[in-house]
């Protein structure tokens, strides 16, 4: 076997490797992302105000009502090119 196409396969090998390991590493820190998401989202959803109301689907009766049911964390939103490249919102 010719020494050059041995090299060849070898470096080859190594290069389909090298992509099925950064494709791996790529999906994994997509999981973790995602983890981060959801426990964010958790996290907000479980200290906001109108969770806690018995009727939190009603308007406020006044001005303070309302001022204490905006009071959690606000939810940042991307803007529309992130949103496009598939950034989710929070």
Avoid: K
């Avoid at 204490?68 to 598939?86: K, N, V, Y």
């Amino acid at each position: 076997m010719n020494p050059n196409m041995t090299q060849s396969l070898v470096s080859d090998h190594i290069r389909a490797m090298s992509r099925q390991i950064i494709a791996l590493a790529r999906r994994i820190a997509g999981i973790f992302a995602e983890c981060n998401y959801a426990q964010r989202r958790v996290t907000i959803l479980r200290t906001a105000p109108d969770a806690y109301l018995t009727q939190g689907d009603t308007a406020p009766d006044d001005y303070s009502e309302f001022l204490f049911r905006t009071s959690g964390t606000l939810i940042r939103e991307p803007d529309a090119r992130r949103r496009a490249l598939g950034q989710l919102v929070g």
